[in-house]
């Protein structure tokens, strides 16, 4: 019974020292509180500083408590036998942090292998450990490395002509990346067909088939003891057997009891080996791999060797002995696989540390680092690369080298096929490690070329040729594109020795005519350029515009004449004007000269209206209602299209309704306004007609009267038309969405079609907009920055008079910039049209003084339970805090630290989800207040005001005040009124 007594005495302490705790928090939190009613800047200024410290020296010496209980407790529980959980005899073994079931051994690792807690970075290995000998074991696939936008390859280049002039010594070694991606080659093994000379072991399974006059079909597993069960056999002994000596014993072991049958065997699921992958690898550990794996498969789930691992002599050893040695630059250079071993249980793979390395850059197929195997020629190093291609610079072969561990110095190379003997000999070089070979670049400049270029039909270049000369480039005016320049071409030239510029011009018409004394002698490099008629001269052109298809700018052609630009222009349109047209025509002395001309006659082919153009010659075709006066009439109202119309012939009432689009729906039909004006010598007179529209549009002669000029119709509306009015719900509610309303219909009404609230909306926090109470909320706004701008013009002259003393001077300029922080605000705020909607459930709502009639374009938006109260402005933590239900405006002002030494305490006001707003200004004195939304009395000030989810307290700035100036209290309530207008919350503090 002792150690029950002794947990319950301390659980008693415990609980009963939280009880202390929480009543001295509380104590300290009312402390808080009071603290925030008083005044004075002393008072502020030390007002938290006691109270905090008590209360966290509190909380220390708690902490402190707790833990001498716990641990008091968990002594008690040791001292009479107890076990912490996952302890075997109050200890923690190592084995239980590794996982391995107690009492059992941990094979020692073999030399040369460690365990590391460091990971590569580029692997994130899974490490299990192994049930058979405990040494991990690492099941990590290796990641892909992502694909990188693959860069032009050296072929490529070439073709396209780009041939770096400098070599890129940026080299990766050779080989190392064929492990660094996931690779399906050789995977997975166990699909691979077993060979005759496979090797059977525990843990393989197969299946034996047998027909004839007896029929079988077993499946049988090879146990640890290297056995087979077969029924009415018994055990057979099968390990070490190859597969085709398997199938000779099992027929000879199944014949005693089968006669005239035949069988066959077929491997299901293959063992699993343990190897052993250590030195240089990415992940080096402990593999298990399926017993057909060899030691290219190993390397594999390893990752390869790393950067320090060689390529070149990795060794198999086994049983100790190194058995194979494998270079993977023969599998990588020539698929050579010949060499791979296949895995025993037990085998280590081991990756020395890299040999001698050479590099080589530049025009290669296949610039790398390569590892040296054993003495390395040039010649065999360049063949590693997989030789030079054409773009390479022989007789220019360069090997850095580092001298005696003292200096790097450069050996120069000839290599070019010009001199046999001399190349030989240096390919026979020797390398020595870390010799890295450049093979520049070749000039990338094309040698044997011409180049011809400009107003030619095929330029490019050409092949030089020795003696060749212009006429064997330009043989005819077939070479040419129309209209060339043939008093002047040139020929850009490179002068020898210094390859300077000169440019040599020649007459290309001599030179077409095979006149020797133009046809020049060409030289290698040379550019010849042909020009164009039009390159030292203005092109000839002719414009046209009015009553054409397609009025714009022609070239002007050999005898073109009017007809002829007419028809350019697409030909007339149906308003042209036949019996006159105009061409405007410059005069030598710039002067503008007019022809006119009949163009009826001239597209009728008159050669002496014909007129032949010029250049810069415009025609203008006449639109046939210029040469009529226009008569017009007028329609307004209740018309799709109203607006002014040409008056035709014979012009009624009906006509001019169908010209304007016909009537709308909302056109009233009994009787319309038609305006004449009667116009005379004596001044101008009007007259008012009623028409009866539905009678008109009947064709009756009474109302379809004949129209006359500047007579103007007016189609009335139909008395109390509305348009489709709509307004809108989103949020939690069943149906939201847009509903056509009618004139009388409320809120609730469409509530109810809306199919009611959801289950998790929150009616406090709904949002009712209208777009005439916007329009009157921006009225009001802008008024306030009017208001603003005013008082800033009447506060400027005071301070730049110089009349004030330094002190209220300092508090002017404080003052006026917070005006002009305000009225920039204001101005960018924006307005929203909320109209404060206090909702209830539908039965409560229905017909309370919020179920106000709706309007076109009322919108009501309803969210979901927010979990935050929001405090901003001068606190010193502006946040939103969790909602804790019935707790006071002061709690969520201590969480933020409550107000900073700047905060006027007098006029924090508190911002309903709801839109209503509640300040401290309305306290009363005995601060008993009427709650007329919850019908009650209510007590208490306004810091123990309840809040709920959604509410947001401001806490505002306290300004200066100067006598001739409104006090910045009267700015805060100015912002405070202007946020109650607008319906919005401006954060200006």
Not at 181 to 201: E, H, L, M, N, Q
């Amino acid at each position: 019974m002792a150690p029950a007594y002794s947990i319950w005495v301390a659980l008693g302490l415990l609980t009963q020292h939280i009880v202390w705790l929480t009543f001295v928090h509380n104590f300290c939190k009312r402390l808080n509180w009071l603290s925030f009613q008083l005044k004075g800047d002393v008072l502020k200024k030390y007002r938290m500083s006691g109270i905090i410290a008590v209360n966290r020296f509190f909380l220390k010496f708690s902490i402190i408590f707790i833990f001498i209980v716990l641990f008091s407790t968990a002594g008690l529980l040791t001292a009479q036998g107890g076990t912490v959980p996952g302890a075997a005899g109050g200890q923690i073994t190592p084995s239980q942090v590794l996982g391995i079931p107690s009492g059992e051994a941990v094979a020692p690792l073999p030399p040369g292998v460690t365990l590391s807690s460091e990971v590569p970075p580029e692997v994130k290995p899974e490490v299990k450990l192994s049930p058979e000998k405990g040494l991990p074991e690492v099941e990590a696939q290796l990641t892909e490395e992502r694909l990188e936008e693959e860069e032009e390859s050296e072929i490529e280049r070439l073709l396209s002509g780009k041939i770096p002039p400098e070599v890129s010594t940026k080299l990766k070694q050779f080989g190392y990346n064929l492990f660094r991606r996931k690779i399906s080659t050789f995977a997975p093994v166990t699909d691979v067909p077993v060979g005759s000379d496979y090797v059977i072991g525990p843990g393989d399974t197969f299946s034996i088939t047998v027909w004839g006059k007896a029929e079988a079909d077993y499946t049988v597993a090879v146990d640890r003891d290297g056995k087979i069960i077969l029924p009415q056999v018994g055990a057979i002994a099968v390990w070490g057997l190859t597969f085709s000596a398997l199938k000779d014993v099992l027929r000879a072991e199944l014949s005693q009891y089968m006669q005239d049958f035949q069988m066959n065997i077929t491997m299901r699921k293959l063992r699993t080996i343990r190897v052993y992958v250590v030195g240089k690898a990415r992940i080096p550990g402990s593999y298990s791999l399926s017993s057909l794996s060899t030691m290219i498969n190993a390397l594999f789930a390893a990752g390869g060797p790393n950067k320090n691992g060689t390529m070149r002599n990795i060794q198999l050893i086994r049983n100790g002995q190194a058995v194979k040695t494998l270079d993977l630059y023969d599998f990588l250079l020539k698929g050579d696989k010949s060499p791979d071993e296949r895995l025993q249980p037990g085998d280590t793979i081991f990756i020395p540390v890299i040999g001698e390395v050479v590099g080589i850059a530049g025009n290669v197929k296949e610039a790398a680092i390569y590892e040296m195997k054993d003495r390395l020629t040039v010649g065999e190093l360049i063949k590693l690369a997989g030789g030079v291609p054409p773009t390479g610079y022989l007789q220019r072969v360069q090997v850095e080298r580092v001298s005696a561990h003292e200096e790097r110095i450069i050996v120069d190379l000839n290599l070019s096929p010009a001199f046999p003997e001399k190349a030989a000999a240096q390919l026979s070089a020797i390398l020595q490690d870390r010799d890295m070979v450049k093979i520049y670049p070749i000039a990338a400049h094309i040698q044997n070329v011409v180049v011809l270029g400009g107003h030619v039909l095929r330029p490019g270049d050409y092949e030089f040729k020795e003696g060749m000369r212009l006429s064997d480039l330009l043989t005819s005016y077939d070479d040419l594109l129309p209209e060339p320049h043939l008093d002047y071409a040139e020929i850009l030239r490179l002068e020898e020795p210094d390859f300077h510029q000169r440019i040599i011009p020649f007459n290309l018409r001599e030179v077409l005519k095979r006149n020797p004394e133009h046809d020049l002698k060409l030289r290698r490099f040379d550019k010849i350029k042909v020009y164009s008629k039009w390159f030292f001269e203005d092109r000839y052109e002719v414009s046209i515009k009015g009553e054409v298809r397609r009025p714009k700018k022609f070239p002007l052609l050999e005898d073109m004449g009017v007809s002829d630009l007419v028809q350019k222009a697409g030909g007339l349109t149906k308003e042209a004007y036949l019996t006159k047209a105009e061409i405007f025509r410059l005069t030598p002395d710039r002067e503008i000269e007019t022809i006119a001309f009949d163009l009826g006659r001239a597209l009728a082919g008159d050669p002496e209206a014909d007129i032949l153009l010029q250049d810069e010659d415009r025609v203008v075709v006449h639109n046939i209602w210029e040469t009529k006066w226009k008569e017009t009439v007028h329609i307004t109202g209740q018309v799709n299209k109203p607006g002014e119309y040409r008056l035709t012939q014979s012009m009624g009432v009906s006509d001019l309704i169908f010209r304007a689009g016909s009537l709308k729906d909302s056109a009233y039909l009994r009787e319309a306004e038609l305006t004449r004006m009667l116009i005379d010598q004596e001044g101008i007179t009007t007259r008012q007609l009623e028409i009866d529209l539905g009678k008109a549009l009947r064709n009756n002669p009474k109302h379809n009267i004949l129209l006359q000029k500047y007579d103007t119709l007016n189609v009335r509306i139909i008395p109390d038309w509305k348009e489709s009015r709509v307004a809108g719900f989103k949020g939690e509610v069943r149906f939201p969405g847009t509903y056509n309303i009618g004139k009388e219909e409320r809120v609730s009404s469409l509530l109810r079609r809306a199919g009611g609230y959801t289950d998790e909306a929150y009616l406090r926090g709904a949002i009712f907009t209208r777009k005439s109470v916007k329009a009157l909320q921006r009225k009001r706004l802008d008024e306030l920055v009017r208001k603003q701008e005013l008082e800033i013009r009447a506060i400027s002259p005071h301070i730049m008079g110089g009349t004030l003393s330094k002190d209220d001077l300092e508090a002017a300029q404080q003052t006026l910039a917070a005006q002009k922080e305000l009225l920039r605000k204001l101005k960018a705020a924006e307005v929203t049209g909320r109209v404060v909607v206090k909702l209830a459930p539908l039965d409560e709502f229905t017909g309370s003084e919020y179920d106000i009639k709706l309007e076109d374009g009322d919108e009501l938006s309803i969210p979901l339970r927010p979990d935050t109260v929001g405090v901003l402005g001068e606190v010193y933590n502006t946040t939103s805090i969790l909602y804790r239900e019935g707790k006071p405006l002061s709690y969520y002002l201590n969480k933020v630290g409550g107000p900073t030494k700047e905060a006027d305490d007098d006029e924090i006001y508190l911002v309903r989800a709801d839109g209503s707003v509640i300040s401290r200004s309305q306290e009363s004195g005995l601060r008993i207040s009427w709650d007329a939304e919850n019908n009650r009395w209510v007590s208490g000030s306004f810091m123990s005001t309840t809040l709920e989810p959604g509410d947001i307290i401001l806490v505002p700035r306290e300004l200066e005040k100067i006598q001739w100036l409104k006090t910045a209290s009267e700015l805060t309530q100015i912002l405070f009124h202007a946020a109650i207008a607008a319906g919005i919350v401006i954060a200006v503090f």
